[in-house]
């Protein structure tokens, strides 16, 4: 199976760099297809705990790791996470920048901000990063690309572009301060040498890899539920993490995926807005929030938290065509007596469904029908493989893989890269 794609089936930070870290072990190249720094994955590795925005979770046991055409880029979260690299002893030229990938500029940044203050209430609850601006200007074909650090002319005259447009926006539009050309240019001129060495043919190296029968794992930054054709639009990102986005991201063929891994929570999580119908009510959501360490990685902002919804995972797996399934954080529900978990939507009309709405407002409006599981109320410490689960744990695994007819094949029982029960 030389071609894998892990990708997150809820609303994002189900534990993915975790799980790509594992399955990077047997792996030659890992690939980032989508998103940008807006994505914060924590992997802990022998007590060291790394959290990347930037660069594929491969980095982190010397994969080699491409980020590619889908994704873009924070020129200074790159450079810094290059010399975090460096720092722990790993060598940065095992990572690959697409050129077509897009530049992250300082304007993308103060409009992500200031259109979001200016939504006020309406506002997305976007990371801030300038993740939105950036892919449209791409789409609107006056971003500027990775390889155009590569000529100084080229650069400095996008630049000058771009500035002569953006400024009157931030400043008639958003009331705020324009940018000073030159400063852009110098700390751009900068940047582009650092980058340069970087750059290379992402899809080129990838269809080589999978012809040499390589083992390529591809890794979204973003999950399902945030995907921007179908995710819960609005509140959603800018690019299409979902299984599809990785051959488009990377620049192979659709047929060159043999399969497509999902990791879910045992719960769910989101950040920012929108409806969200499994999110918990009471105090209990603040349990576990707390249990689950559930606070951003990027942003440090609270996680809203609810119970599993089945319903939405079954979205995710029509959508991606998951083949299997990895479970995380079961043992962050060891605390509760009774596990409540999302299996059907009540719709305005009354009526029930187990497949996700296709409107948005019979989505704002559902109600969960939930099953009551028991809970365990013991620590899965103990248990080294999946049959070694308390009975209620096993019954819970179970649920889902028979609601979802899919596999699952890993099951997070704790933080460390060897608490993965397979
Ligand atoms: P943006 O990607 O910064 O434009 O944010 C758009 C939406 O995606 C917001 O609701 C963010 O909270 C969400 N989002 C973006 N990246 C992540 C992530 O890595 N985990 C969870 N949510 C994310």
Redesign the pocket.
């Known amino acids: 199976m030389p071609a894998t794609v892990v990708v997150g089936a809820q609303?994002?930070?189900e534990g993915k760099g975790k799980i790509v870290d594992l399955l990077a072990q047997d792996s030659d190249v890992v690939c980032r297809y989508q998103?940008g720094p807006?994505?914060?994955h924590t992997i802990v590795v022998d007590g060291e705990t790394w959290k990347l925005r930037q660069m594929p979770s491969g980095v982190v046991s010397g994969t080699q790791s491409v980020i590619g055409a889908g994704c873009v880029v924070d020129a200074q979260v790159f450079v810094d996470e290059v010399d975090l690299l460096k720092t722990r002893g790993i060598d940065p030229s095992i990572v690959v920048l697409s050129g077509n990938a897009h530049l992250i500029m300082p304007w993308h940044v103060t409009i992500d901000q200031a259109s979001e203050r200016r939504l006020g209430k309406l506002q997305?609850?976007?990371?801030?990063?300038g993740?939105?601006p950036t892919y449209a200007d791409k789409a609107s074909r006056i971003g500027i690309r990775v390889q155009d650090v590569l000529d100084a002319k080229i650069l400095r005259e996008k630049i000058e572009v771009a500035l002569a447009e953006k400024n009157l926006w931030l400043e008639r539009i958003y009331d705020v301060a324009p940018f000073d050309l030159e400063e852009v240019w110098a700390q751009y001129a900068g940047f582009a040498e650092q980058l340069a060495p970087f750059v290379g043919d992402a899809s080129l190296l990838v269809d080589q890899a999978l012809h040499a029968g390589k083992n390529v794992l591809f890794e979204g930054?973003?999950a399902t539920m945030?995907d921007l054709d179908h995710g819960t639009y609005p509140?959603?990102?800018?690019s299409n993490p979902i299984a599809s986005g990785a051959p488009t991201g990377i620049g192979i063929g659709p047929t060159r995926i043999d399969r497509v891994f999902g990791v879910s929570k045992a719960y769910v999580t989101r950040?920012?807005?929108g409806p969200f119908p499994s999110e918990i009510p009471g105090d209990d959501q603040a349990r576990l929030r707390e249990l689950g360490g559930e606070f951003g990685t990027?942003t440090g902002r609270e996680r809203r938290c609810g119970w599993l919804d089945i319903v939405a995972l079954r979205y995710a797996v029509r959508i991606n065509g998951i083949t299997s399934l990895a479970l995380t954080k079961l043992d962050v529900l060891s605390d509760f007596a009774e596990l409540p978990v999302c299996v059907r939507y009540r719709l305005r009309d009354g009526s029930e469904t187990e497949h996700f709405p296709a409107h948005q407002s019979d989505f704002h409006h559902a109600q969960p029908v939930w099953e009551v599981l028991e809970g365990w109320r013991q620590p899965l410490d103990d248990a080294s493989s999946l049959d070694e689960l308390p009975r209620a744990a096993h019954a819970y695994v179970e649920l889902v893989s028979q609601a979802l007819g899919v596999p699952i094949e890993l099951v997070g029982v704790g933080a460390a890269r060897e608490r993965v029960l397979a």
Request: net charge neutral; charged share 15%; no cysteine.
């Open positions: 609303w994002g930070d998103g807006n994505a914060g997305i609850g976007t990371t801030r990063r993740i939105g930054a973003q945030l509140f959603v990102t800018s950040v920012g807005e990027v």
